[in-house]
């Protein structure tokens, strides 16, 4: 399995990471080195192995469904690039 | 007494309460030797405001008496963890600005114990790399080098800040986090003690998350003593982070009786690695006769999938990073890409992350969303998780035919030449992780002792590994090793 220009460009894109196309051919390039690492796992015998879900078997704790929090709307925002009237600011997102 | 700075927690613990220093004398002590070590690069944000304050009422409740044994006690803080107020960057510049409105737990239980804050430390960028090359703060820097050559070394990653400045006596001791051995390898490569607990033990809640079924906080000190007196002030049950256990916290430090007499020590052979230098060979058989000598018994065992280990954390690590991370997108805290006339929502997160994210992040980022991207999550990610199952099964059943703990190199090298490996491919820096990451996987606790120098004057660490919960235990292992090697070497300064 190799990764081409297209699919390093499709990652990206999936990442939300722009990447300009002269860098596309050289960041394949790092994917497959990764890759080619990882391809050894191919080699184990994984037959009727649980994927692990928790490295310590424990039960998740429960609590009462109630609000423990909130009320801090100035703090929420204080490390914002963009916050006004109480809100974060982006860019237009629906026409 | 010896410099204050170059104190051990234990002895200025001690000296504290018998009122022969206080803990205003100390933090100025190391204040001043962070200020005269600029070019270790290991503090980055210094807090010495705070630092005074919190010594003050250290010394005030040290006077009423009944202090905990981390009252007054400065610390450096690896700049992961999340600090009210004080810049906490994760060593990334897209958390350029951030400050924090709220305390991680770890650094509050620190603080609730009367612990000082000098500053925040160095490291590799969100704690992805391992030799602290990947910070946008530029290097940190090793306080050894080889004999006279002054070429500048790495103090290891990602916790490099907190072991160079440990290890230069800039600070008592330093809160380090190990994702899959950035407490161990700096450790090992500096010089110094440096523990990762059970997963589960410390809470992760913030401290900025790379991979959270990895990520563990420890403490990295001057001794095995420092190390259990410090873990026990930073461990505890949180119900903000559910994955925290709910377990009695020992004491540590009373489990120091450095009796090993007849614990069976296992050696696995899977890490006799092709290549390894003789010197790091030499030192793993002379910690195997140390802990004979010691009265315990070093039994062959195997851990057979132990070649998978990095290969499996490869496809883990960056798929949880990759989820992780994605809440740096210039909306809530950090940097934002200036955005050009019609850019939309999508290019302000693709700049932004592009501009924000180094080359390593970025690379990990993009293979842990290739790993989980539709018809490759079977492949990679669920077949690395079935790995990561057996890896866990070799240990547990070592773990049930008596072995008490394993012993193994810390590194594969000692430090190397800062910029030596970066013309390597990224698999080369992942080698230095052979040894420890397995512990990761396995969610287990480890150590890395100091051990001996190498021929060019530098530091080697060994490795113990422990039963799940039972740092204790291991700590005490640990202290066994330390006190039949004796290591007590330091770097000459040059700084």
């Given amino acids: 399995m190799s990764i081409d220009k297209e699919t390093a460009a499709k990652v990206a894109k999936l990442a939300r990471i722009r990447v300009d196309d002269d860098r596309l051919e050289a960041l394949a390039g790092e994917f497959n080195a990764v890759l080619g690492f990882i391809e050894q796992l191919g080699e184990v015998d994984v037959e009727g192995v649980e994927p692990m879900v928790s490295v310590t078997p424990m039960r998740l704790k429960r609590r009462e469904d109630v609000v423990t929090d909130g009320g801090m709307q100035k703090k929420v925002l204080s490390n914002a690039p963009d916050a006004r009237e109480g809100f974060f600011a982006v860019p237009k997102v629906v026409e | 007494m010896a410099e204050l700075n170059g104190m051990k927690i234990a002895a200025a613990r001690d000296a504290l309460r018998a009122g022969e220093v206080t803990s205003v004398e100390l933090t100025e002590a190391c204040l001043a030797a962070v200020e005269g070590a600029g070019a270790l690069n290991a503090f980055v944000h210094h807090t010495p405001e705070i630092a005074l304050e919190q010594a003050r009422a250290a010394d005030a409740r040290i006077k009423a008496g009944d202090a905990p044994a981390m009252c007054g006690i400065p610390l450096g803080i690896k700049d992961l963890f999340c600090t009210r107020g004080v810049p906490s960057q994760a060593g990334s510049k897209i958390l350029d600005g951030f400050r924090p409105e709220y305390e991680s737990t770890v650094t509050q239980n620190l603080f609730d114990a009367g612990a000082v804050m000098l500053g925040k430390l160095n490291m590799d960028e969100f704690a992805m790399g391992s030799s602290n090359e990947t910070s946008v703060y530029g290097n940190a820097v090793n306080p050894w080098r080889r004999g006279n050559d002054d070429a500048p070394l790495t103090p290891g990653g990602s916790s490099g800040g907190s072991a160079a400045a440990v290890a230069a006596d800039l600070c008592l001791a330093a809160t380090g986090t190990d994702t899959g051995g950035s407490i161990r390898q700096p450790a090992a490569f500096t010089g110094i003690t440096g523990i990762k607990p059970t997963y589960g033990r410390c809470s992760r809640w913030g401290i900025v998350a790379f991979a959270s079924s990895l990520d563990q906080a420890g403490p990295m000190t001057r001794s095995v003593r420092d190390a259990a007196i410090m873990l026990e002030a930073m461990c505890g049950h949180d119900p903000k982070d559910s994955t925290s256990v709910d377990l009695p916290v020992p004491d540590f430090e009373a489990m120091l009786t450095g009796d090993i007499r007849g614990k069976k020590i296992g050696i696995p052979r899977e890490y006799r690695m092709d290549g390894m230098p003789d010197e790091i060979e030499a030192l793993w058989a002379e910690g195997q006769r140390m802990l004979e000598d010691a009265g315990a018994e070093m039994v062959d065992i195997s851990l057979p999938h132990t070649k998978y280990a990095l290969p499996a954390y490869y496809v883990i690590a960056p798929a949880e990073a990759s989820s992780n991370l994605a809440r740096y997108d210039g909306v809530r805290y950090g940097h934002r890409a200036k955005l050009a006339q019609g850019d939309g929502i999508t290019e302000m997160y693709e700049k932004t992350r592009a501009e924000g994210f180094g080359p390593e992040v970025q690379r990990r980022v993009m293979v842990g969303t ?126």
Avoid: C, H
């Fill in chain 2, 370 to 495: 290739y790993v989980l991207s539709a018809g490759f999550y079977d492949a990679y990610y669920n077949r690395a998780r079935k790995v990561r199952t057996l890896i866990k099964r070799d240990f547990e059943e070592v773990f049930a035919a008596g072995i008490d703990a394993i012993l193994t190199p810390a590194t594969p090298s000692a430090a190397f030449g800062l910029g030596e490996m970066s013309d390597a491919d990224p698999v080369a820096m992942y080698l230095n992780d052979v040894f420890t990451v397995t512990v990761n996987l396995a969610g287990l606790p480890g150590i890395a002792v100091p051990a001996g120098l190498d021929k060019q004057g530098l530091p080697l660490g060994l490795q113990l590994i422990g039963r799940p919960w039972e740092e204790g235990d291991l700590l005490n292992g640990a202290y066994a090793l330390e006190q039949a090697a004796g290591f007590v070497a330091k770097p000459g300064k040059w700084w």
